[in-house]
């Protein structure tokens, strides 16, 4: 991922310090960070009312949501025999485990319910959703009986051509009384313009008997928002051999929380995680100021809450974000 590496050097030659805290975003910066994203025009300051009711000024950036640098997928094996290659990731008590189609066989052990059937005994196929019209169907909250017992897949080229998702991210941010919870919102966007989302709906999907498979980079496609993040994974993390003298070892910084703190990659360079987060995963350090560091991948929290007011990640492209004056999803 050259683009991290390429803005970081260029801030750091301004004399701005990568990522700090102290200074607000700009049009410039953040065009530069998200230089490999999809954006539909060029960022704009825009007024904005943020969740705590703070009247700002925010960044508005507008994406087409789906990544540029990699092909998205796979998810959803076919047959048993499909091995990771060809299959995606799902979270299993905690954990990344592979959702291939050996994994596919043993769900009724794994989860302890002979109600699983995904696989047809005989031939060994992985039912899945493989028309845009099933996927709709299957990835949400209230799966019709025909498409329970699936894998669910939802591909890039279902979504809407039309489609695209509204940022508005204060330039500074401003404090909030108490933390937001975030386990029904989205949290931020990567510098690659996708979503990082709040917590996938577990319960609600394996209740359905379905399993909504993300790809290796913990992303999955569903029609009203397109493809999005479930885990912050090394996929978002640039390389760390060749600009570790200017992170020092930290956690590559990978996006943007709703409330304009930067969000980094879980762990840092050497491997260790941070010990002295708090609980909305964030903590200071002299070189970045306030930051995040997602959550473990298989976690399904890609950050604990909000220590700061949140803006807007839904409307469109010019209208005017007050993140008092919606409901926090999608
Ligand atoms: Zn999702
Ligand atoms: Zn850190």
Redesign the pocket.
Same mark, same amino acid.
């Given at each position: 991922m050259q683009y991290l590496r390429h803005s970081a050097a260029a801030l750091f030659l301004f004399g701005i310090p990568f990522c700090a805290n102290a200074e607000p975003l700009t049009v410039e910066i953040v065009k530069d960070l998200f230089s490999e994203a999809q954006l539909v025009s060029n960022p704009v300051e825009v007024e904005c009312t943020l969740s705590g009711g703070a009247q700002t000024t925010c960044i508005q950036i507008t994406v087409v949501p789906a990544p540029t640098t990699y092909e998205a997928g796979p998810w959803c094996p076919t047959n048993v025999k499909d091995g990771p290659e060809s299959s995606g990731i799902w979270f299993y008590d905690g954990e990344v485990v592979d959702a291939d189609g050996a994994f596919f066989s043993q769900l009724a052990m794994l989860y302890e319910d002979d109600n699983w059937q995904v696989v047809d005994p005989e031939t060994g196929d992985v039912r899945y959703t493989a028309t845009a019209e099933a996927c709709a169907a299957a990835a949400r909250p209230d799966v019709a009986e025909e498409y329970q017992n699936s894998c669910v897949q939802c591909l890039i080229e279902y979504i809407d051509g039309d489609l695209t998702v509204t940022y508005s991210i204060p330039v500074e941010p401003v404090a909030s009384e108490a933390p937001a919870d975030v386990r029904r919102t989205s949290v931020g966007v990567a510098f690659n313009g996708i979503r990082i989302d709040g917590p996938a709906p577990l319960e609600a999907i394996l209740g359905a008997y379905t399993i909504a498979t993300f790809d290796d980079c913990g992303g999955h496609v569903n029609l009203p928002v397109g493809y999005h993040y479930h885990a912050v994974t090394d996929c978002l993390a640039h390389s760390h051999e060749e600009d570790s003298a200017q992170v020092e070892g %930290? #956690?590559s910084v990978v996006g943007l929380a709703l409330d304009g703190h930067f969000i #980094?990659t879980h762990l840092n360079t050497d491997g260790s995680a941070?010990d002295d987060l708090d609980a909305c995963y964030g %903590?200071s350090?002299s070189d970045?100021g306030y $930051?995040y $560091?997602a959550g473990k991948p298989g976690s399904n929290q890609n950050l604990g809450c909000l220590t700061a007011q949140a803006g807007c990640s839904q409307g469109e492209e010019g209208e005017t974000c007050d993140a008092t004056a919606r409901p926090p999803r999608p």
């Open positions: %930290h #956690a #980094a941070p %903590h350090t970045l $930051h $560091h």
